[in-house]
């Protein structure tokens, strides 16, 4: 597809339960970026890829959390033992480039519910 | 580390009017910034940027204004439009961090 896509969209989850969302960037793009947004508030920022290099997971709220792009394209994010603070929009967004340098493409995101 | 604040966190105009929305950041180092247009239950939307070597950069109905004397980015949308309904987001980078920081949105509201 032409954008960046997301799956799933909801994702409903009790309590202690493992989730996995997946992110298929723009092809091509070298940067991808995964971000957490809370109802009403800005995106914040997780992880960031360059390829396939995990250069930056500063901003994984706990090791709970983890990401991985092994091939340099498709990207996952893995929440263990879920919590209801982890309910939350999960963005991924993509970029031409390495780092800052160019636009970032959001996806639409991974709505997460845990009960 | 950065702070983005935002200074309203609704604005309502009227239909044709021009709207403002302002955002403050915190790192002075900070060296790109960007204005984001997020509708419910969408990504966010790139809409401008601009980068810490220029003040102004006009588009098509938008303008960003930066002024990195007061740490001070403004997006100006122009004749505002009911597509234009939406929260805003600006977002900066720079400084030494990898990802973007992002404020807490504005919500325009455009009146009829």
């Known amino acids: 597809g032409a954008g960046v896509s997301q799956s799933p969209r909801y994702k409903v989850a009790k309590r202690g339960q493992d989730v996995a969302l997946r992110c298929d960037p723009i092809?091509?793009?070298?940067?991808l970026f995964w971000y957490q947004q809370a109802l009403g508030q800005g995106p914040e920022f997780l992880t960031y890829?360059?390829?396939?290099?995990?250069?930056?997971k500063s901003g994984l709220p706990s090791d709970r959390f983890f990401a991985e792009r092994p091939e340099g394209s498709v990207s996952t994010l893995k929440i263990q033992r879920t919590q209801q603070e982890d309910s939350a929009v999960y963005l991924c967004a993509s970029s031409l480039y390495g780092g800052n340098t160019g636009e970032l493409f959001f996806g639409e995101g991974s709505r997460l519910t845990v009960l | 580390g950065e702070s983005v604040g935002l200074h309203l966190p609704t604005l309502s105009v009227q239909e044709g009017d021009n709207s403002i929305i302002n955002c403050a950041y915190s790192?002075?180092?900070?060296?790109?910034f960007i204005w984001y247009k997020q509708e419910s239950g969408k990504g966010p939307q790139f809409i401008i940027d601009i980068r810490s070597n220029m003040d102004k950069r006009q588009g098509q109905r938008v303008t960003v204004l930066l002024n990195k004397t007061v740490k001070h980015l403004s997006l100006q949308i122009a004749a505002t439009q009911p597509g234009d309904s939406a929260v805003y987001f600006c977002?900066?980078?720079?400084?030494?961090?990898?990802?973007?920081?992002f404020g807490k949105g504005t919500h325009l509201i455009i009146q009829p």
């Open positions: 890829f360059q390829n396939e290099a995990q250069l930056d």
């Open positions: 977002a900066v980078s720079g400084g030494g961090a990898d990802g973007l920081t």
């Open positions: 790192n002075s180092a900070s060296d790109y």
């Open positions: 092809s091509g793009h070298v940067s």
